[in-house]
């Protein structure tokens, strides 16, 4: 049995369409999203994540703003930063890309983004909503994850899920979300016992634990869906046979190449598994969808709020 690919270039295709509409919608109320990212230093990667964020703000008629403070930056200087952000009536959404430097106080940094304006769900007001079940914004994977499962019909409603991984930003609000979908959930971790035993008790897998190949195709259980958000370069030519022993096709582009992104569930797993993302084309387009989403949301919320038209008025009569 070969998997059902769970395509989420697809999805992000049929989410833009949707934001699209929402986005005229609110342009004829005279209200234009806005999303500021602040990229701190020159990591490579971030600038190619924070790049692809506001390809999709121009793509969707989003307004964007990219702020650069320099690699040297202090917490203090970042916190001015991200006040003056939420102090901005343009700005709906704030995001601030991580890592961040290791002289700047991360969690202060984030606990200063107004929750509110808060896109990437990780301000401790947002995570209390979302662990009491209310309305909020929510970390941009995990929500992704969800919406793989939902536009694909994979019935979560009593399902085991497995969530393989406890990270603030994916694993544990993935384990919520499936909670609140009616899921019965496991969280696993590095100190789990006999994780290929738990695992092949999972009707829903979510890996992610940025190990590259870790979970066996022999650790799932035949038929069960399997959302693999892991993202690993792999480059080591003994680590890519291991991989793709059974994809030539693979091998052969690993070698062009001299290396492949790979996931975190070993790519035999299309054999045994029922659904599956793909890495690269699974998860990734979902979590620059959900942040995408959540900045149309926080737009619609925040400027139909009371708070809102006090502080435009207050900016009139000045
Ligand atoms: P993280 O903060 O490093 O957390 C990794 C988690 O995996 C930890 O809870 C760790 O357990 C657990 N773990 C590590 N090795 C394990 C093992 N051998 N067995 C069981 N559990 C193990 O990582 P993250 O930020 O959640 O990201 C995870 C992966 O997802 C990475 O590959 C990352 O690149 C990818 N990611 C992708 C996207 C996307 O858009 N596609 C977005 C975010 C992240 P302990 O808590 O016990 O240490």
């Known amino acids: 049995m070969t998997a059902r690919i769970l395509d989420g270039t697809k999805i992000r295709d049929q989410i833009f369409a949707e934001l699209r509409d929402e986005v005229r919608l609110l342009s004829s109320a005279g209200v234009r999203p806005g999303l500021a990212a602040v990229l701190v230093g020159e990591n490579s990667a971030s600038q190619l994540y924070v790049k692809s964020k506001i390809a999709a703000c121009e793509e969707l ?39 961040l430097p290791p002289q700047v106080d991360t969690k202060r940094i984030l606990e ?12 401790p ?54 909670m609140h979908a009616n899921a019965t959930v496991t969280i696993c ?49 003994e680590e890519a046979a291991r991989l793709f022993r059974n994809f030539p096709d693979r091998l052969e582009k690993f ?12 790519p035999a797993a299309i054999n045994t598994a029922g659904a599956l993302t793909p890495v690269p084309g699974g998860v990734g387009p979902m979590t620059i969808s959900m942040l995408m989403s959540n900045t149309v949301k926080a737009a619609r919320l925040r400027r139909a709020s009371p708070k809102f038209s006090a502080t435009q008025s207050t900016a009139t009569a000045r």
Not at 112 to 123: E, L, R
Not at 143 to 165: F, P, Q, S
Request: proline share 6%; hydrophobic share 45%.
């Open 61 to 99: 008629g989003l307004a964007s703003a990219l702020i650069k403070p320099p690699a040297n930056v202090s917490t203090l200087d970042l916190l001015a930063v991200v006040e003056d952000l939420n102090r901005d009536n343009d700005v709906d959404g704030i995001l601030v890309q991580l890592p």
């Open 112 to 123: 200063a983004v107004d929750p509110s304006k808060d896109v990437d769900g990780f301000h």
């Open 125 to 178: 007001v947002n995570l209390g909503r979302l662990v009491s079940g209310r309305p909020g914004l929510v970390a941009c994977t995990p929500a992704g994850c969800m919406e793989i499962l939902r536009r694909n019909d994979v019935k979560i409603e009593g399902a085991n899920a497995v969530v393989l991984g406890r990270s603030d930003i994916v694993g544990k609000p993935m384990a919520l979300l499936l």
């Open 189 to 237: 971790h590095s100190k789990t016992r006999d994780l290929p035993n738990v695992l092949r008790r999972a009707d829903i897998i979510v890996a992610a634990i940025g190990k590259a190949g870790y979970v066996e195709a022999d650790w799932i259980k035949p038929g069960a869906a399997v959302i693999d958000v892991g993202t690993n370069r792999v480059t080591d030519p």
């Open 255 to 266: 070698h062009a190449k001299r290396s492949a992104l790979v996931g975190d569930v070993h």
